[in-house]
């Protein structure tokens, strides 16, 4: 089945703990992308990730880091998370836009309050 | 601020009724899509109106785009409790790398 996974699926943590949430995809798309949902706010871009190795910064990349060491992971890394990154995290992915649809495949979340 | 703007912000229908939602963007495109989200689950794509094209239907779902007044409509007809949820346009931004969603529209349908 082509997915979008992502773990954990709810976490609680404390200021300045380093935490990794895993994204993986069994699709083959290139383009990777992390988001993060507020009320009010919609979908913010966080870091996106064009093809291993490359990954380029979104919206609001502060406080965040990624890797694309392989096709189908991009995990999203906080080194020191503080309150203000409590929220809902979606990872997407799709193939880059050449004549091919690019509709995004998202994954179920990840619940994260930092205490 | 956004590329894309959804109006309204909620919309509370009854049953069988149809649903007008719009979205306005800024920039020109490649693409505008529109997606659904169930309460705190992840979003799911509906349908796709690439930059030449002026409408397209899938199921009760009809998209408009007018590029001349950067605006695009989803329609659904007939509606049912179960497409009670948030949409979101979205807008592949041309020379860009990413899709720019807006803040949504809260859809309620009551049955």
């Known amino acids: 089945e082509a997915q979008v996974t992502q773990n954990p699926r709810y976490l609680i943590t404390v200021t300045g703990k380093k935490l990794t949430v895993t994204c993986s995809q069994n699709m083959n798309h290139e383009y990777m992308s992390w988001y993060r949902q507020d009320p009010g706010l919609g979908l913010r871009q966080i870091y996106y990730s064009m093809n291993v190795e490359v990954t380029d910064k979104g919206d609001v990349p502060e406080g965040y880091k990624v890797s694309r060491k392989e096709k189908r992971n991009f995990p999203l890394i906080l080194e020191s998370p503080s309150p203000n990154q409590t929220s809902l995290y979606f990872c997407a992915s799709s193939f880059i836009w050449e004549g091919l649809d690019n509709e995004q495949f998202f994954g179920p979340g990840t619940r994260l309050t930092v205490l | 601020s956004q590329q894309g703007e959804e109006d309204p912000q909620a919309l509370s229908i009854q049953e069988g009724e149809n649903a007008t939602m719009n979205c306005s963007y800024k920039t020109s495109i490649n693409n505008l899509q529109w997606y659904r989200q169930n309460s705190g689950r992840g979003l799911v794509h509906l349908i796709l109106?690439?930059?030449?094209?002026r409408e397209k239907h899938s199921g009760r779902l009809r998209v408009t785009l007018d590029t001349s007044k950067k605006s695009s409509s989803l329609l659904i007809t007939a509606s049912r409790a179960a497409d009670t949820a948030s949409y979101f346009c979205a807008t592949d931004v041309e020379y860009g790398n990413k899709l720019v969603f807006g803040a949504g529209t809260i859809l309620r349908v009551k049955s």
């Open positions: 109106i690439r930059s030449n094209e």
